[in-house]
């Protein structure tokens, strides 16, 4: 399988797990037009930017970057224009995020997010963490496959620097 092929069937994954854990969140607002999360200045690795810029040759030869303070690709009405090519950190926003860190006495620690648009403290408290998106393992595989991809470095690419006629 070939690197294009590699990104591609992870976010097909991704896709399936976010999908099976949010299908049950009725409290979740995010929506064609909720753009509160796309921010300016994002990065992402070049594996990400470059399937973006294999999928998207007219708008980002001949498109306009959204204004800067929010992201180069949202359109006139707060959609994504590269939805399907959307990087990784665009496809969990909004979700009720957990991850584990270690204390100063190797003591795992839980930690929890939402986008204040999805706050829904019961839900937040919950000692059921099915529906919960684990952070960790989904950023090693990206990384993972950054290094193969590029010869061991990890390059990271500005979303708004892969539009040419900025």
């Known amino acids: 399988m070939n690197i294009k092929e590699n990104i591609l069937e ?5 896709d399936e797990v976010i999908k ?4 049950n969140l009725s409290f979740l607002v995010c929506s064609k037009g909720c753009s509160e ?5 994002l990065t992402v690795f070049e594996i990400e930017s470059t399937n973006i810029i294999e999928h998207n040759h007219e708008l980002l030869s001949n498109g306009i970057p959204h204004s800067e303070g ?10 994504c224009r590269i939805y399907e090519q959307r990087p990784y950190v665009c496809r969990t926003q909004g979700l ?3 991850w584990l860190e270690e204390d100063e006495n190797d003591n ?9 648009l999805n706050e829904n403290e019961e839900f937040m408290k919950s000692e059921d963490t ?14 993972t496959m950054q ?3 590029g010869n061991g470095e990890m390059k990271r690419k500005s979303l708004r620097a892969l539009f040419t006629n900025k």
């Open 10 to 14: 992870f976010y097909g994954l991704l």
């Open 20 to 23: 099976n854990k949010v299908s």
């Open 37 to 41: 999360c796309c921010v300016d200045d």
């Open 70 to 79: 929010k992201c180069a690709f949202l359109g006139n009405e707060g959609e």
């Open 96 to 98: 009720p995020l957990r």
């Open 108 to 116: 795992l620690i839980e930690y929890r997010d939402i986008c204040p």
């Open 130 to 143: 099915s529906n919960f998106f684990t952070l960790g393992s989904w950023e090693e595989k990206l990384a």
């Open 147 to 149: 290094h193969k991809y």
